[in-house]
């Protein structure tokens, strides 16, 4: 693909929040994130993305408004907090509106989703063409087996039924 542009990890991060709770960083560098762009005249025609993320991960930045609550609260102690997406098509509608859909798998549960896709921009960093993107949408946490109750734990304010997933991505040509 000679339009191609190549995810960079390194610079590429997701963010997983709900409202009176948690609030996750999970770096691309120790995070397994894949995926491509194909631009032309400046305007996004094709997208792929890919991405693995261990919110379990020690070595992951995490924040928490309350630190009784941590993302792995969400999962039972016995499995793996994986979260994984795979894109399955990419929706232009114009040059700022864009969908992203694919398969979320949450907890052994796969769920078609949809999120917003912005083209945040291009740079140039020594030299190294870039191009920016911002990913967004919502995850019931409900449809994924998420439903811990949490209410007492968080000093009787209701966890959020929708986890915000921030996906801000850097692609490099």
């Known amino acids: 693909m000679e339009n191609a542009w190549a995810i ?6 997701v963010i997983l929040k709900s409202r009176h709770s948690l609030i996750g960083y999970l770096p691309g560098n120790t995070n397994n994130l894949k995926g491509h762009v194909a631009i032309q005249n ?6 792929s993305i890919e991405f693995s993320l261990n919110v379990n ?6 924040s928490e408004k309350n630190e009784e609550i941590k993302l792995t609260d969400l999962f039972d102690e016995d499995e793996t907090p994986l979260i ?4 399955t098509s990419f929706q232009k509608i114009n040059k700022n509106i864009n969908f992203l ?5 949450i907890k052994n549960i796969t769920k078609v989703v949809e999120f917003d896709t912005e083209f945040i921009g291009f740079n140039n960093y020594n030299g190294v063409e870039k191009a920016s993107f911002e990913i967004t949408g919502n995850i019931n946490r409900k449809d994924f087996g ?11 304010n209701p966890i959020s039924k929708d986890i915000k997933l921030i996906a801000n991505l850097e692609f490099t040509h």
């Open 146 to 156: 998420l439903n811990y109750n949490m209410i007492s734990r968080n000093r009787s």
């Open 42 to 47: 400046n305007e996004v025609e094709d997208a």
């Open 84 to 87: 994984q997406f795979k894109s």
């Open 57 to 62: 991960n020690k070595k992951n930045a995490s």
């Open 8 to 13: 960079d990890s390194n610079e590429s991060d």
């Open 101 to 105: 859909k694919g398969l979320l798998t």
